[in-house]
């Protein structure tokens, strides 16, 4: 004869199936947020080669190299990062004897690839280039952890700013960097004193209001359930369904999980804002659905002078110049002829 349990283990179930459930889900979301789905397309590991038969819908093909894309000699380069580790990258020397360099960031997700469509814009105004892969990205060291949304990659930033200086002779040097590579470009450029200006695409101002408004955005988007995407946002929007405490969990349960992985000290974009004694310019655009422009206005308002913020009408995430050539090369050039 089967028995029913009885009130209390019935009782213990219960709780258990509901604090258990709630936090399965919140693992889960956290593991898709550190590795969204285009993370394995870019992420291969030292000793490999880059992914060349992917490239993000918003680098407008341009998915090889310099020499291939735009006929630009290059180098390839090892960075000596932090605990031994080494960030792979592209070197593109200037034809002018010049002392203006640029660090070039790529966002959570992607590699040194993301800004070969804006090389030559850099390469004619007499830059010397350095585009590199963070940790866990491209080819830079790097066990599969995932993005860790500046906590880790400001920490590379610093590492190719020190490169940039005194391996390849550059005194004056500008970072540049989108998305997470926008926020991480911030945090470092608080913490060097090799920086003379700072360039940030569609950054986020913190990490913990980053996570609220994706899973706030993903309520108002009707995802593709057939895609991975779509599932990841299923997920999320599952945890959104669910009570407040609920979202607070999973928020809590992703920055857990990145914070397991960070080093040193770490500072959000908007504490470190303020911290910046170097000219500043955020750029975002207001059809951005990804991180909206709220995170760079608020940015902005924190700064200090000089500082300057260009909102694109329109523009999307990470893909200002491609809707916007000649107003990107107008205003990021132009900020940076001014000012390195």
């Known amino acids: 004869m089967i028995g029913f349990p009885n ?89 002018e004897n010049s002392t203006r360099g640029i660090v070039a960031v790529h966002g959570a997700g992607a590699d040194r690839r993301e800004f070969l469509r804006m090389l030559p814009l850099f390469h004619k105004a007499g830059f010397h280039v350095l585009m590199f892969d963070c940790r866990e990205h491209g080819t830079s060291s790097g066990t599969f952890r995932g993005v860790s949304f500046g906590l880790r990659e400001h920490v590379d930033v610093l590492h190719a700013i020190k490169y940039m200086k005194n391996v390849l002779g550059i005194s004056k040097i500008a970072i540049v960097g989108t998305s997470q590579g926008g926020s991480s470009v911030l945090m470092a450029a608080s913490k060097s004193r090799d920086v003379v200006a700072v360039v940030a695409e569609n950054p986020f101002s913190s990490m913990e209001e980053m996570i609220s408004d994706v899973i706030d955005l993903t309520l108002q988007n009707k995802p593709d359930w057939s895609s991975e995407t779509g599932i990841v946002s299923y997920l999320v929007s599952m945890g959104t369904m669910l009570p407040g405490w609920f979202r607070f969990i999973v928020k809590e349960a992703i920055i857990m999980k990145v914070m397991l992985f960070s080093e040193g000290t770490y500072l959000s974009p908007i504490e470190s804002i303020s911290t910046i004694d170097k000219p500043v310019m955020f750029l975002h655009g207001t059809a951005d659905t990804l991180i909206p422009m709220h995170h760079s206005q608020k940015l902005y308002a924190r700064a200090r002078e000089p500082k300057f913020l260009w909102v694109a009408e329109g523009g999307e995430h990470s893909a200002l110049y491609n809707r916007f050539p000649k107003e990107y090369e107008e205003k990021v050039v132009g900020f940076l002829n001014t000012f390195v």
Do not use: Q
């Open 7 to 95: 009130k209390k283990t019935f009782a213990c179930t219960a709780i258990a199936i509901f604090l258990g459930v709630p936090s399965l889900l919140a693992a889960i979301v956290a593991e898709r947020f550190t590795h969204p789905p285009w993370y394995y397309n870019t992420a291969r590991g030292p000793n490999k080669s880059l992914n060349f038969d992917w490239a993000s819908n918003s680098w407008m093909n341009f998915s090889s190299n310099p020499k291939k894309e735009w006929n630009l000699s290059f180098e390839e380069v090892e960075i000596p990062g932090y605990e031994n580790s080494i960030l792979t990258g592209w070197y593109i020397p200037s034809y």
